[in-house]
Every structure is written in structure tokens, then in C-alpha cells.
């Protein structure tokens, strides 16, 4: 019996994005999404399995996690013992190599590294599906992070049906532009039931988001950078405009973050093919063709710290030992 595992797993962007579940117990999401996996700021986990009868223990960057993120790792735990018929509690040992003061998500890359490896140790189907489901019961955005390059996260209407799949798209880089690491005032979580609550949009955002997958969907068939670009920039700024509705209002992105996307504009304006987005927080990540990258970052580096990054592996168990955090 294996005892140990360790998986890692990256972040990833959505060209069209998640915001909203329909049931937030199954995490079944309100719209099928669509991200590109990054290559870099990876998460590496690994799962023991404790012998000696112990409680679970999350471990972040070497610090011993309590409270809310704990809490989650252990819901998470529960569902896989629930499936696994085992009763073994485990310690979890967690390192992002997220730069300090990059402001990205760590719940997607989190989540998909500990259903990777989690799916090791506790002997559940290891297959891309099985792991691409059970992720998203960690956290949404993580189903697609198990996915290497592009994916598309199908809403579904149950369990079985909600899970991210590669798909074929067009070479992209995108040049993401730090503006601020601290942490967000209010969680997506928090925000997404606050928009189901409140916004009057919250449905044309729903009715709008399943069109642009439809659109996207076409756009990576084709090969259309272009199109793809035009929709994610539509996309992300829809999804800020519905947040901004909520009542108490929301708002993540900063007067700097207009900046930056006044200046992909200006790009935009001198030819090159550059269009925004951004994710729940104030940092703005700029999508491009792999050519256009350094000009793009060059151009872009005034506004705050930038990192070019390019399509990535999916969530998989690192087999040597030496890997183990
Ligand atoms: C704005 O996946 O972090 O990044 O499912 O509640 O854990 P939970 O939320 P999460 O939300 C991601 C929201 C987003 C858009 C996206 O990645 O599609």
C-alpha cells in the first residue's frame, strides 16, 4: 500500500469565466467556463497518510494552517474517504511557488495538486475525468487545472457531468502585470452568492457567459486569436460589471488596473494584437500571441511587476522522492 504521494499542479486563466454555481454543494458551476493552464507559479503537494490514528494537518509553505483553509482541506478529505471507504486521516504538505507579492490564486493549483495526489494515496480512480470532478469539489476553477494548456470546464447537471476536458486552441502567451498581492477583501466565494443574490444582471450575466463559450469554443476551432481575445476582454469585463452590481456593491479591479487596461488598448491602437482580463483581485493579465509577448510585457512593465507565461502542463504525481515537500 502506497502511503505517501506527490502531485503538481498550476494555475490557470480563464478566457471565459466561472461566476456562479447552480449547486454549491456538488460545486456544479451556473455556466461551462474555459482557461488556459499556466507554466509557471506551480503548487506542489503532498498527501501522507497517517498511521498512528492523528487528525488531519495542513501544512502551507512549512507553516501549520488552521481556520478556514484547514477547514476546507478537511471537507475535501472527508469526500475522498467517503469514496474511498478509508477511514485514514493524512498530513498534507503544501508549497506554492507562487513569487511573494504576485497576487494569483492558489486555490485552482491547490486543488488539483491534492486531488492528484489525494486520488494516489487513497486508491480512487486516477484518470483525468475522475480527478478533474473531484477537484472542483475543492474549488471550481481547480476541475480545469488538472488539464494541461487549454480546457473546458462543462457545466453538466450533476456530479458526472461537470468536469474540464482538453480542448485544441491557437498558441497564446499572456503577460500577467502584478498590482497588488494583498489578499481580497471579499472571497469569490462570498461574491459569486452575493451576485446570485443581488445583481438584477445576474442572469443576462448567465444567459451572455453560455453564448461566449459557444463563441469561444468556435474561435479556438478556427485558430482566431483575434476572436478569442475580443471575447475574453468582453468576457472578464462582464463579469466585473455584474460584481460591481451586487448591493453591497463589489469592486476588484483598482483605478490601476483601469490603467493597464487603457494601456492594452493603446497597444491595440499601435496594431498589436493584445486584449485584458482579470481575475477577482485588482491584477490584470494581458492575452497575446507568443510574438507580441516582450513588446506587450516591455510596454506594460510601468504599470507594476510582469511575468510572461505560456500554456502548461496539466495536474500529475511526481514520481521521484526528491519532489516530496
Ligand atoms: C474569477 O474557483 O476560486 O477566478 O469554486 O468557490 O472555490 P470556488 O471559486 P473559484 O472562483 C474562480 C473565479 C474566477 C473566474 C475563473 O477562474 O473562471
Not at 500500500?1 to 461566476?19: C, D, F, G, S
Not at 448591493?247 to 491602437?269: K, M, T, W
Amino acid at each position: 500500500m502506497t502511503i505517501e504521494a506527490t502531485a503538481r499542479a498550476h494555475p490557470n486563466m480563464a478566457l471565459v469565466k466561472y461566476w456562479g454555481k447552480r449547486d454549491e454543494q456538488l460545486m456544479l458551476p451556473s455556466t461551462g467556463s474555459l482557461s488556459m493552464t499556466l507554466d509557471e507559479f506551480p503548487t506542489t503537494t503532498t498527501v501522507r497518510l497517517r498511521t498512528d490514528g492523528g487528525p488531519d494537518v495542513l501544512e502551507l509553505n512549512g507553516v501549520v494552517a488552521g481556520g478556514d483553509a484547514a477547514a476546507r482541506v478537511t471537507r475535501f478529505l472527508d469526500l475522498v474517504r467517503e469514496r474511498a471507504g478509508s477511514e485514514a486521516r493524512a498530513i498534507v504538505r503544501s508549497r506554492n511557488e507562487v513569487p511573494t507579492g504576485a497576487g494569483l490564486a492558489s486555490s485552482a493549483s491547490g486543488f488539483a495538486a491534492l486531488a492528484t495526489a489525494a486520488s494516489a494515496v487513497y486508491e480512487l480512480p486516477q484518470d483525468t475525468t475522475s480527478r478533474s470532478r473531484l477537484a472542483r469539489r475543492g474549488s471550481g476553477s481547480a476541475c480545469r487545472s488538472i488539464i494541461d494548456r487549454m480546457a473546458v470546464w462543462h457545466a453538466g447537471t450533476d456530479d458526472e457531468s461537470s468536469y474540464a476536458e482538453r480542448i485544441d486552441a491557437p498558441e497564446l502567451a499572456m503577460v500577467v502585470v502584478v498590482l497588488d498581492s494583498g489578499r481580497k477583501k471579499v472571497s469569490s466565494r462570498e461574491a459569486m452568492r452575493l451576485t446570485a443574490a443581488t445583481s438584477p444582471f445576474a442572469a443576462a450575466w448567465r444567459e451572455s457567459t453560455a453564448r461566449t463559450l459557444e463563441d469561444m469554443l468556435a474561435a479556438c476551432r478556427e485558430g482566431d486569436v483575434t476572436r478569442i481575445g475580443e471575447l475574453a476582454e468582453v468576457n472578464a469585463l462582464r463579469m466585473h460589471a455584474v460584481i460591481q452590481s451586487t448591493s453591497p456593491s463589489v469592486r476588484y479591479l483598482s483605478g490601476r488596473s483601469l490603467d493597464v487596461f487603457d494601456g492594452i488598448e493603446s497597444l491595440r491602437a499601435d496594431g498589436i494584437g493584445v486584449w485584458g482580463t482579470a481575475d477577482a483581485g485588482p491584477n490584470v493579465v494581458a492575452i497575446t500571441r507568443p510574438a507580441d509577448a516582450a513588446a506587450v510585457a516591455e510596454a506594460l512593465t510601468s504599470h507594476g511587476e510582469v511575468r510572461v507565461v505560456r500554456p502548461g502542463p496539466g495536474a500529475r504525481l511526481l514520481e521521484d522522492p526528491a519532489d516530496a515537500v
